[in-house]
């Protein structure tokens, strides 16, 4: 079974702390992605990554940048949290470098941002 | 750009009665298309999909849907519904380029009376 975990299930931080994000995917997947959930806009996608060191911009990247050192990792980072921030994120992973394939999420972090 | 609809957020149904969600999609090619599940304070998890062939894809958890061309939809169906069913629901459509992303839907949320 793929297994993507999420570094902590819930995080509280203050407004203009540097946040980091960790996800850990063990399925040797080429892809990685980060989504915000947050009530009546289903996920949006803030980046993703197609290879190590390789990333792009989704719908929403603002105030966000990622990092994938190696394969299995990708970190979302919050430069400087904002109120505006606080939501659930989400990790996922899929293994089809240059097409569809099924994208595979962890549990989640719920971040709030007081 | 591809789109998902999904036009309603929630639905209320009694335990054993069949129970049909609804995803119209707009993308100008053959579309990716994906039923997701999210069960309270989890991640998402595949349902089933459709890349070709039949148009009627059957699930896990006794779910199907229907791929209809013509009227851009790929809609959710189960025959019974089960207390456990009840959940929030993603629509996802993907392309065959652009590294396997996903445009999710605002979701459906199910509950399910006894």
């Known amino acids: 079974d793929v297994k993507v975990t999420q570094s902590s299930r819930y995080l509280v931080k203050r407004t203009g702390e540097k946040v980091f994000l960790e996800c850990v995917q063990d399925?040797?997947?080429?892809?990685m992605f980060w989504y915000r959930q947050d009530p009546g806009l289903g996920l949006r996608l803030i980046y993703f990554?197609?290879?190590?060191?390789?990333?792009e911009k989704g719908d929403i990247p603002e105030g966000y940048s990622v990092s994938r050192e190696k394969k299995e990792r990708f970190s979302l980072i919050l430069e400087s949290a904002s109120t505006n921030q606080t939501s659930m994120y989400l990790c996922?992973?899929?293994?089809?470098?240059?097409?569809?394939?099924?994208?595979?999420f962890g549990p989640g972090t719920r971040l709030t941002v007081l | 750009a591809q789109s998902v609809t999904q036009p309603d957020i929630h639905i209320t149904v009694s335990e054993g009665a069949s129970l049909e969600l609804r995803c119209n999609y707009s993308?100008?090619?053959?579309?990716?298309l994906f039923w997701y599940v999210q069960s309270p304070g989890q991640g998402l998890q595949l349902l089933l999909k459709?890349?070709?062939?039949?148009?009627l894809v059957q699930g896990i958890k006794g779910f199907e849907a229907e791929f209809k061309r013509s009227q851009s939809s790929f809609n959710l169906r189960k025959p019974s519904v089960h207390w456990s069913d009840a959940a929030e629901y993603f629509c996802?459509?993907?392309?065959?380029?652009?590294?396997?992303?996903?445009?999710f839907g605002q979701g459906t949320i199910l509950t399910v009376h006894p």
């Open positions: 459709y890349f070709s062939g039949d148009t």
């Open positions: 996922a992973s899929s293994f089809l470098a240059g097409g569809p394939d099924t994208q595979y």
């Open positions: 990554s197609y290879d190590v060191k390789m990333k």
């Open positions: 993308y100008g090619a053959t579309p990716y």
């Open positions: 399925m040797d997947h080429e892809n």
């Open positions: 996802a459509v993907g392309s065959g380029t652009s590294y396997g992303k996903l445009t």
